[in-house]
């Protein structure tokens, strides 16, 4: 009975020592830099085009846990971005997008105002490595020059003719806005 009662014990209490072994132990400071670096660099990649591709999505896999990088139909043109200070412990970083266009496929570029848009960025911690684990909202939110290279490399494969055109006029488009100065953000 002794040695039942020794067996149970000793399994009751290691059973979570390899997820307590694999889990780091993080005060509000780190957790925040950690955060702030992950994040960052997602946002950075995004930035760039990075989730527009195979390739680039391939770079940007192992900060989320995200197992696909899904096609998308719409996106944010984006001038610029920053990360939001947060003085109280969350899961939740918010990044502030200053959104001056969109792409939807089969209505084209539409310039916008330039405003500004929160996305909150959720973290949690798996098997001792801080990922992100939701986006809202999920657009990528990327900058002109990332929008007209992920134009440029559609036309090639975009065989109809009114979809040609929709994808060249939103490619003239975002070039000319491109030389003229930027824009301050409207205020909410």
Known sequence: MRRVLVCCLVLTFSLPLPALLNAKIRNFEQLTIEQRRLVSAYCRLDFQGARLSPEGWERMRNLSNF???PDFTSIF???????????VPANELEVAYVVVG????????MPMPASVRNVTFETRDQNGELRIVRIDP???????????????????G?????GRAQIEASIEALEAE???????????
């Open 67 to 69: 197992h696909e990088n």
């Open 102 to 109: 969109r792409y939807e496929e089969g209505a084209g570029y």
């Open 178 to 188: 491109s030389t003229s100065p930027p824009t301050k953000p409207a205020s909410k």
């Open 158 to 162: 975009q065989k109809e003719s009114r």
């Open 77 to 87: 043109i984006v001038s610029r971005y920053q990360l939001i200070e947060t003085t």
């Open 138 to 156: 999920p657009t990528p939110f990327v900058s002109r020059k990332a929008a007209i290279d992920w134009l440029k490399s559609r036309l090639p």
